[in-house]
């Protein structure tokens, strides 16, 4: 059987299922798991279940109350989602909640992020801030921080955390307000890393750059370890 | 108790960066449970169970050369393989199983001629477990419904069979490995490991 197309707008009430064409917007309301091959929300939508789509787009004040899953998600504007979002491309920009863990091949996020589970991906970049309890494992992970962030741990293989600057950098600080941009981090394990502006209790890897700003209570390294004359560092191990 | 590492020791012994480390775990080649948080005097720290995490290090520094990370991954996962099928003969001859125990399910499954991973998996288990000599055709089978049963919901939580017999009647126990506190029999199989066969199977075939 051929799948159909859901469209709705307005203030609509619709059930979930299987579907070609997802396109909802206003301040409609999906009840069930919704599968479908291109997904399409904008305004104040929920979603009372799980979505599974190729691709996955979402903005305005959306809430996905279940996980996302789909090749290329996108999520702009205010939304939330409950649930874990598995993707091989994720984009959230704006003031973004997650309530899971975040999985994806690339992760892009910018604006004030929030995530309650650990994030997972090969490549990480962040413009804005960040606030996770969770743990942080990426292949490659650019952090250009404009707010306040806070992470539990911070591991991979290649790790760069610097105060944003630049165009995106000064619109979102203007916005956010936050003064500037600065990481609080229990851990940071990796093969390279450089750090600005980071509170953390215990950095271990082969190459160690500590840049300006830092406070960090333990270094362990390999191979080389600098230290910003303007960053304190209370132990330094050589491995 | 099984003796641990931490992981700082971990790095040194086998010559490993915390990179690759992080990407096994991402690519799901170490299980997480194996990441083990405890608190010592200097703070947090992790450790993994020694044994295990050194053979698996070496598994895949060994094979690291042509394979992928997602082959491997593949291998250690503790999912069934669905697309895979093979013939008995390849079976055979490949000495991934006895000529006894293909043919006990030749008669079981009369006609078929291609076996998927799943089927082989319990005729894997069936000769590990007859093999020694003390569970009857019967039991096995109410073990491998059993296990057919509930494989989905407990495959990722390490699971383990132990079976007792009192009096004649077989009682079989699917458990997370290890965690048997106390029992006053002496079980006739114990703790035998389904993710370490569903290992050794992969090993085997891919």
């Known amino acids: ?239 | 108790m099984e003796e641990l590492i931490s992981k700082k020791d971990l790095l040194i012994e086998t010559n490993i960066s915390y990179g690759q480390l992080y990407r096994w775990k991402r690519k799901k080649l170490i299980p997480e449970d194996w990441f083990m948080k405890k608190s010592t005097y200097t703070g947090h720290e992790t450790f993994f169970p020694r044994e295990k995490i050194m053979e698996r290090i070496e598994q895949i520094l060994n094979m690291k050369d042509g394979a992928s990370l997602d082959d491997l991954a593949d291998k250690f996962s503790s999912d069934i393989p669905e697309e895979m099928v093979r013939r008995k003969e390849d079976l055979l001859n490949h000495q991934i199983l006895s000529k006894e125990i293909v043919s006990l399910y030749e008669e079981i499954f009369k006609g078929k001629e291609e076996y998927n991973f799943q089927d082989i998996l319990y005729m894997y288990i069936s000769e590990d477990l007859l093999g020694k000599g003390q569970l009857s055709i019967e039991d096995m089978s109410r073990i491998l419904r059993m296990l057919s049963d509930n494989y989905e919901s407990i495959k990722d939580k390490d699971p383990s069979l132990s079976v007792y017999r009192k009096f004649g009647v077989s009682i079989s126990l699917l458990h997370k490995s290890d965690e048997i506190f106390y029992s006053d029999q002496t079980p006739i199989v114990n703790n035998y490991s389904i993710r370490s066969a569903v290992e050794k199977l992969k090993m085997k075939l891919i």
């Open chain 1, 1 to 239: 059987m051929e799948k159909r197309d859901l469209k709705l707008s307005g203030a609509t009430v619709a059930t979930g299922g299987e579907y070609r064409d997802v396109r909802v917007s206003g301040a409609s309301k999906i009840t069930s798991d919704i599968i479908c091959e291109t997904m399409n929300i904008s305004g104040a939508i929920t979603v009372d279940g799980n979505v599974e789509a190729q691709s996955c787009k979402v903005s305005g004040a959306c809430k996905i109350n279940g996980n996302v899953k789909s090749d290329d998600i996108k999520i702009s504007g205010g939304s939330s989602i409950t649930g874990t979002l598995t993707g091989k491309e994720i984009t959230l920009a704006g003031g973004i909640k997650v309530g899971g863990d975040i999985k994806s091949n690339l992760l892009k996020l910018s604006g004030e992020i929030t995530v309650g589970g650990d994030m997972e991906c090969e490549e990480f970049r962040l413009t804005g801030g960040i606030n996770s309890r969770g743990v942080v494992n990426c292949e490659k992970c650019e952090l250009e921080l404009a707010a306040k962030s806070e992470l539990n741990e911070l591991v991979g293989a290649y790790i760069s955390v610097r105060e944003g600057n630049g165009v995106t950098g000064g619109i979102i600080k203007s916005l956010l307000g936050k003064g500037k941009g600065s990481l609080k981090v229990n851990l940071v394990e990796g093969d390279e890393i450089y750090l600005e502006n980071t509170t953390c209790e215990m950095v271990r890897g082969e190459k160690i750059t500590i840049g300006p700003g830092c406070r960090i209570g333990t270094v362990e390294y390999a191979e080389l370890l600098e230290i910003h004359s303007d960053s304190r560092v209370e132990n330094k191990i050589e491995r």
